[in-house]
């Protein structure tokens, strides 16, 4: 991708809005839908407007429209439909679809107003919890798959993650103190070099949510540390996440290393990285493989939970 000029190939619009490549030049051609740019070697290069219009377009097939009508409708006459979808839908599927869509737009045009409006409907209709599993995560996902290189992903990927990180930590503070001295007790960090704190942060909502004693750490802790802070606290559990590029080895030299600096703490760990099969989860050592393990074992339902078996 041309990183300030938004050009976006035939397959990221199919990323984007699930429409088939195909389908997109039918429409093209049928209806004249999108206009692209065309590079020397004949490649369709698409704006911002293109993917904005075909997500709207896309959408509202999905709940009934014909691409014979909306291809003659103005832009604003789509997103006034978008608009009314959005207000009259009460299926919570179908209303999570709109809200995805919408997080989508906002992330291409930079439009801080949209998310914040968007995420706002939301919590007010679902809550933040259901708002975060249903919206807020599938977004992130998408976007994951969207942008695979480029320097335009960096800069939505920055956008993207401070608005997501400031609504995170805003939900965290209206939380209640937890005074139970009998609760579970957690500590939550990211290893040396993990910058991404979007899992660590909902895990601590998901937690302090349920009624557990939370020390949140962030970032970028060193292995002592935490020994020091196990050693000293004696936490009932230690949660931290692999998303950045680490090489298996190192995973797994760091996993034995936490297992056995932690004591008698148990050890949980997350993160795209740790679905790798090569990596070797310790005896001991408890993968959490999605928010609904971390939920289930906040809950007091432990038995589902992969426990490492290894060294």
């Not at 103005?74 to 995805?100: A, G, H, P, W």
């Not at 949980?268 to 990285?273: D, E, I, R, Y």
């Not at 393990?293 to 906040?298: N, R, T, V, W």
Request: charged share 20%; hydrophobic share 40%; proline share 3%.
């Amino acid at each position: 991708m041309h990183p300030l000029n938004a050009k976006y190939s035939i397959k990221d619009l199919e990323r984007l809005s699930g429409v088939k490549a195909h389908t997109i030049r039918i429409w093209e051609q049928r209806y004249n839908l999108l206009t692209p740019d065309r590079t020397d070697t004949n490649i369709r290069l698409y704006s911002d407007h293109d993917v904005k219009l075909l997500l709207n377009i896309s959408l509202l097939i999905r709940h009934g429209g014909k691409i014979s009508h909306l291809s003659k409708l103005s832009l604003v006459e789509i997103s006034q439909k978008i608009i009314e979808l959005s207000r009259s839908n009460t299926d919570k599927t179908s209303y999570f679809e709109v809200q995805i869509d919408q997080l989508v737009l906002s992330m291409i045009e930079f439009d801080d107003a949209r998310f914040e409006q968007t995420i706002s409907d939301s919590v007010l209709k679902h809550g933040f919890e259901i708002t975060m599993l249903n919206a807020i995560i599938p977004f992130l996902q998408k976007v994951g798959m969207m942008w695979l290189s480029g320097e335009s992903s960096i800069l939505q990927e920055h956008f993207i993650s401070s608005l997501v990180r400031k609504n995170l930590i805003i939900a965290i503070n209206s939380l209640p103190a937890v005074r139970d001295s009998q609760a579970d007790s957690f500590m939550l960090f990211l290893p040396e070099g993990e910058l991404h704190e979007t899992g660590l942060l909902f895990s601590n909502y998901i937690l302090k949510a349920r009624g557990k004693k939370v020390t949140y750490m962030g970032q970028t802790l060193p292995r002592e540390d935490v020994q020091s802070f196990c050693k000293e606290h004696k936490p009932n559990y230690i949660l931290t996440f692999f998303t950045a590029a680490h090489s298996v080895a190192s995973i797994n030299q760091y996993l034995k290393d936490l297992n056995e600096l932690s004591g008698n703490t148990k050890v949980l760990v997350a993160g795209m990285q740790i679905h790798d099969p090569a990596i070797e989860i310790p005896q001991g050592v408890t993968f959490i493989s999605n928010v609904m393990d971390l939920i289930q074992l906040a809950e007091g339902s432990v038995q589902h939970l992969k426990t490492g078996t290894g060294s």
